[in-house]
């Protein structure tokens, strides 16, 4: 039995292994005559592969991870997230990397971005070093953009010395005394053969510069790519036209499948390793940058949409079956960004922004450092070029940061909540995070944006100044009810306690447990908690009492049943409710340690 693995190397072995299991196959079993031919196909890809997952654990492990990990859920659009309007999924590697160590790129349009980012925060990019030989002179950095697996292939395996450059068949003439490397992208303009091939010999030279980089960033792009029938192998990009009209049956497009994707990146990655440091990191991504034409019969949306699900699985092989390769999720930032921030008006190409936003996030990594130590001229710079995004983004990142530098931050571009809703959001919240409440307010003023995290968060402040009625006036919002938000019932809640209106409370507690039933317990004891202020101790026992059949290990709640015993003066069950709680946050200890000075007062009285 046949089986197409791509050209010669690795896919050798592997050809050897199908066909050995091939024969396996069909002694198999004497009755697989019996099957139909699609069983049969489904069996012998069984017995090749067998069914090997890229990731497995036990439920119960599976469970305690999903717990454990605070970015296993999407969040909400009532809270600061980080998913919109600009999309930052979390990731997380080890390298220790410092300005001026080598970093290596390959790949697509978006790693020549990447590239300029980094040379202007210190590093070292050798390829990027390649623009300085004289033979480049006028020549544009896009000219070293490696669109494909199969490209990348080449150009390491040249590099290596495992695979031959052949310049007969590679560097062709265009026209009289002009000359061209198919294995370059065509926008680089034809010149005399003698300064293509010392092109050729700066590339290849610079593609060996891997071996001594401490990190690799591999950024692949697309799988619609053309073969040259001549040469026997694939080349970087399109052809140039003249070429093919000229040599009609020389070229060929192919849409690689997911098998021969993997199969040439699983070379490369080989390549890397076997030359590279063992110390050196691979990072790779997948270009968000479009699919910016189609030579296929289909919309070129769908034609993408395949082709980056094909690159984007198998970087996760990768990753899983490499230690030392690791994924940095440009690609997610972009695609679920807001579309008016993410991309220019070709809707191919990303926005200054986001790769200023993914770069920094990857840079901020590798020095370790939090999002606040970015200068005050570094930060306007970048709000001047990015606009309203680029300050919003800044302000999210602040957050995150010490409180001192935010402080710093806001002082200097809280003007922009005049501007910005997005960023009057954050300021507002972070306003609010730090107790200035009527600040908060001041602020809120200023924009006529009425989104749900704004009135969460004045909300929050009229609270926080005992402007309890105000509070409720915003809280009473249909819309906000339909948010589905704990947050916002919780609020509700303290705000109805506050004004002592118990009736306004059971009306909260069944719209809560309707809105979200897996928070009855929640719920419950929430209101409980608002009823004890107001001494309705009985009533909060009963919703206590159901809290904990729901949630027995719930903390708060054994606490709150504890001072509900004793405001009854039941010492005794107080006591029993105190010694099953076991509190997690600073406000339960709090809470805690008060009721246990409290408890030891009685007892030793």
């Not at 010395?161 to 560097?171: C, K, P, T, V």
């Not at 922009?416 to 609010?432: C, D, G, M, N, Q």
């Not at 819309?479 to 506050?498: F, I, P, T």
């Not at 903390?555 to 015993?565: D, F, M, N, R, T």
Request: proline share 4%.
């Amino acid at each position: 039995m046949a089986c197409r693995v791509g050209s010669e190397g690795p896919g050798e072995s592997r050809h050897k292994i199908v066909t050995k299991l091939s024969l396996d196959a069909e002694q198999h079993s004497m009755d697989s005559w019996k099957l139909s031919s699609q069983e049969r196909i489904i069996q012998f890809n069984e017995i090749i592969r067998g069914p090997v997952p890229l990731y497995k654990s036990s439920a119960v492990d599976a469970i305690k991870l999903r717990k454990a990990n605070e970015y296993s859920f999407w969040g909400s659009r009532n809270a600061a997230n980080r998913v919109e309007p600009i999309a930052s999924p979390h990731f997380d590697f080890e390298l220790d990397l410092e300005p001026g160590d080598k970093i290596f790129t390959v790949g697509s349009c978006f790693a020549r971005n990447v590239e300029g980012r980094l040379a202007t925060a210190g590093y070292r990019l050798p390829m990027r070093d390649l623009m300085e030989d004289r033979s480049f002179a006028g020549v544009h950095p896009r000219a070293l953009n490696n669109f494909s697996t199969p490209s990348i292939w080449n150009e390491l395996g040249w590099a290596t010395g495992e695979l031959q450059f052949d310049a007969d068949q590679a560097i062709v003439e265009y026209a009289s005394g002009k000359w061209l490397d198919l294995h370059v992208t065509h926008n680089v303009q034809p010149a005399p053969r003698d300064t293509v091939l010392r092109r050729r010999s700066a590339i290849t030279k610079a593609y060996g510069s891997f071996k001594d980089c401490k990190l690799i960033i591999i950024t692949l792009g697309l799988v619609e790519v053309w073969y040259d029938n001549v040469a026997g192998t694939y080349l970087n990009s399109l052809p140039p036209p003249p070429l093919v009209r000229r040599h009609p049956e020389r070229f060929e497009l192919h849409v690689l499948s997911h098998d021969e994707t993997l199969d040439y990146c699983d070379r490369a990655i080989g390549l890397l390793r076997k030359y590279g440091r063992k110390d050196a990191v691979i990072l790779m991504s997948v270009s968000p940058v479009a699919l910016g034409i189609t030579h296929r019969p289909q919309d070129v949306m769908v034609a993408n949409c395949y082709s980056k699900s094909v690159l984007r699985t198998v970087t996760e092989e990768m990753v899983s079956r490499y230690d030392n390769v690791h994924y940095f999720p440009s690609y997610e930032s972009v695609v679920q960004s807001d579309r008016q921030i993410a991309w220019m008006n070709d809707f191919t190409h990303v926005t200054e922004t986001l790769i200023a936003h993914n770069v920094d996030r990857l840079v901020s990594h590798f020095e370790g450092r939090g999002s606040g130590g970015d200068s005050l001229e570094s930060v306007h710079a970048s709000i001047d070029a990015g606009g309203a995004s680029a300050a919003h983004l800044h302000a999210v990142e602040a957050r995150k940061g010490d409180p001192t530098s935010a402080a710093r931050f806001f002082a200097e571009f809280g003007a922009w909540s005049e501007k910005s809703p997005t960023f009057a959001t954050e300021h507002i919240e972070w306003l609010v995070e730090q107790k200035q409440a009527a600040k908060a307010l001041d602020v809120a003023s200023l924009t006529d944006a009425r989104s749900e995290r704004i009135k969460m968060a004045k909300a929050r402040a009229l609270l926080m100044l005992k402007r309890n009625r105000e509070a409720l006036d915003i809280l009473y919002d249909p819309k906000l009810e339909e948010a589905r938000s704990s947050r916002y019932w919780s609020l509700r809640v303290e705000a109805e306690g506050n004004n002592g209106d118990i009736a306004a409370l059971e009306t909260t507690l069944g719209g809560w447990s309707r809105s979200l039933p897996k928070q009855a317990s929640q719920a419950r004891i929430h209101v409980a908690r608002a009823l004890l202020a107001q001494s309705s101790v009985g009533r909060a026992l009963e919703l206590l009492e159901l809290a904990l059949v729901d949630n027995p290990k719930s903390a708060l709640g054994h606490i709150l049943c504890a001072e509900a015993h004793l405001l009854r003066g039941d010492l005794a069950a107080a006591r029993q409710s105190f010694a099953q709680a076991e509190p997690a946050t600073p406000s339960e200890n709090r809470r805690y340690n008060k009721l246990k000075d409290r408890i030891g007062e009685l007892v030793g009285a």
